[in-house]
T-cell receptor
Framework: GAGVSQSPRYKVAKRGQDVALRCDPISGHVSLFWYQQALGQGPEFLTYFQNEAQLDKSGLPSDRFFAERPEGSVSTLKIQRTQQEDSAVYLC???????????FGQGTRLTVV | GENVEQHPSTLSVQEGDSAVIKCTYSDSASNYFPWYKQELGKRPQLIIDIRSNVGEKKDQRIAVTLNKTAKHFSLHITETQPEDSAVYFCAASDQAGTALIFGKGTTLSVSS
């Protein structure tokens, strides 16, 4: 497709379960970003890749959060031992380096019960 | 690190009125300032952006102004329409293509 694709769109996890969220960026987009958006809040930066290199992971809230982009295209955000406070929409965005617009995916709504 | 403050958190206007949303940023190295519109349940979409070598940019009913000295930037929407109702986010980064730091958003309601 032409846009950023995320899957699944919705995920319900029991507390303590591990989850994996997938992002397919726009073809050719070198930069990829993960954001966490709590209800009624702005997107909070989690981590940033340029190709396969993770250049910034300063926003990851704990060592339970891990992201990878092994071949410089698809990225996976993994959350281990999910907690209720992890419930949020996880947004992925991609862009060309030094260019303006970051294109967002539809997000994955994670609910931890 | 960068911190972006956005005001107001909610804004209600009558159709045809103007709406202004203001943001401040903390990092003087920031030089790219986009504005995103997010409708309920949808993805954020870029509506306008400005770089620090420009003081103002317009696109039809939307304009953005930037004051680098004061570290302020603002979104202006004229002749508002009901379809402008959404949450608007400002953001800043130290260059286009790097991580954006977002404000907390402004919920704009335009009533007809």
């Amino acid at each position: 497709g032409a846009g950023v694709s995320q899957s699944p769109r919705y995920k319900v996890a029991k507390r303590g379960q591990d989850v994996a969220l997938r992002c397919d960026p726009i073809s050719g987009h070198v930069s990829l970003f993960w954001y966490q958006q709590a209800l009624g809040q702005g997107p909070e930066f989690l981590t940033y890749f340029q190709n396969e290199a993770q250049l910034d992971k300063s926003g990851l809230p704990s060592d339970r959060f891990f992201a990878e982009r092994p071949e410089g295209s698809v990225s996976t955000l993994k959350i281990q031992r999910t907690q209720q406070e992890d419930s949020a929409v996880y947004l992925c965005a991609s862009s060309l380096p030094t260019m303006g617009e970051a294109f967002f995916g539809q997000g994955t709504r994670l609910t931890v019960v | 690190g960068e911190n972006v403050e956005q005001h107001p958190s909610t804004l209600s206007v009558q159709e045809g009125d103007s709406a202004v949303i203001k943001c401040t940023y903390s990092d003087s190295a920031s030089n790219y300032f986009p504005w995103y519109k997010q409708e309920l349940g949808k993805r954020p979409q870029l509506i306008i952006d400005i770089r620090s070598n420009v003081g103002e940019k317009k696109d039809q009913r939307i304009a953005v102004t930037l004051n680098k000295t004061a570290k302020h930037f603002s979104l202006h929407i004229t002749e508002t329409q009901p379809e402008d109702s959404a949450v608007y986010f400002c953001a800043a980064s130290d260059q286009a293509g790097t991580a954006l730091i977002f404000g907390k958003g402004t919920t704009l309601s335009v009533s007809s």
